[in-house]
DNA sequence: AAGAACTCCTGTTGGC
DNA sequence: TGCCAACAGGAGTTCT
């Protein structure tokens, strides 16, 4: 599900609930998600205060008054809802709520100082949680050989082209591969690619000089980057089928898709004239004009 | 050793 | 209407 934007999205949500709280009382519903969740989950979160909330690419890290960082990946469904103190317990075996939200799949809750509850929910279970000394974190096996924060000072033409020198893997699968530029997922480096007018197929090495420097692409394609991910954190991200706010509103960037999920649709550019196309690259689905990006 | 394919899991959708 | 294959925002592991 969640891409650079909406985990941020989710990071601003729920700050304003977690910071400076306790948790109260931890309730963790089944011994894993993707992986087993950390030993002592329970015992070592319960009693502990929230002293910060961050994000790295697509990581939530709650920083806790011990000393620990708690980790948190959505995977590909996962979602948080905050619930206000005094909200009602959802009904036992009540399927499915309001806000679509698979009640089934709560795994893990939060019950805050202020009484406000904090539920993840992953249906398909492809997120993790970790605990490990904060201390450790950049040298975690999460962290170490972590690509560049796309929205930090790091992305540019320059950078970009010395990653890619060389690289004969597509620019779409390089977009992707974490190791390189860490928080870009299948919407936004499609998305990207359009803005910049580059082939999905295309060679990531032709962004740059065999000795790796920038071409002209290199500095477009950094500079699109930011301003795809800056427009969707500002638009709240995006919702496809259920991502949420954890307050259940909606982020609504989708409207401004250019390309991604609109195959067989005439292009949006004024008199381009071509049409979306879909192929797949290492089995993930890459959507493109067939005349604003062309092969060379 | 890079790059592609397969894998985990559940729910929804679109074609027949 | 029902059935079922294809597909979904990720990424670690295993192949070629």
Excluded: W
């Excluded at 959505?74 to 009640?103: C, D, K, Q």
């Excluded at 972590?146 to 977009?175: D, Q, T, W």
């Excluded at 609109?262 to 690259?281: D, F």
Aim: hydrophobic share 40%; with cysteine.
């Amino acid at each position: 599900m969640p891409e650079l934007p909406e985990v941020e999205t989710v990071r601003r949500g729920l700050e304003p609930a977690m910071l400076g709280q306790v948790l109260a009382r931890v309730e963790q519903r089944r011994p894993d998600l993707r992986f087993p969740l950390p030993e002592h989950f329970v015992e070592r979160l319960t009693g502990r205060r929230v002293e910060g909330l961050s994000r790295r690419a697509k990581y939530l890290i709650a920083d806790l008054d011990d000393g620990e960082a708690l980790i948190m990946h959505l995977g590909m469904s996962g979602r948080f809802v905050v619930e206000a103190p005094g909200t009602p317990p959802t009904e036992p075996g009540a399927y499915y709520n309001e806000i679509g939200r698979h009640l089934q799949h709560d795994h893990v809750v939060f019950h805050l100082g202020s009484g406000a509850r904090v539920t993840y929910n992953d249906v398909r279970r492809f997120g993790f949680m970790d605990l490990l000394p904060r201390a450790d974190l950049e040298t975690s096996k999460h962290f170490a050989g972590m690509g560049i924060e796309p929205l930090g000072n790091e992305l540019s033409g320059e950078v970009l082209a010395r990653l890619f020198a060389g690289k004969l893997a597509p620019l779409k699968a390089a977009l992707l591969d974490q190791r390189l530029v860490a928080g870009l997922g299948n919407i936004y480096v499609c998305e990207a690619l359009f803005r910049a007018g580059l082939h999905p197929e295309a060679a990531a090495g032709t962004i740059a000089t065999p000795t790796g420097r920038p071409r002209e692409a290199a500095h477009a394609l950094a500079q699109i980057i930011r301003e795809v991910l800056d427009e969707a954190v500002a638009a709240g991200g995006s919702t496809l089928r259920d991502f949420a706010h954890a307050d259940g509103s909606l982020g609504y960037f989708q409207h401004r898709f250019k390309v991604y999920d609109r195959e067989g649709e005439p292009c949006v550019t004024p008199g381009c004239g071509g049409l979306v196309k879909r192929l797949v690259q290492s089995g993930r689905s890459t959507f493109y004009c067939e005349s604003c990006q062309p092969k060379r």
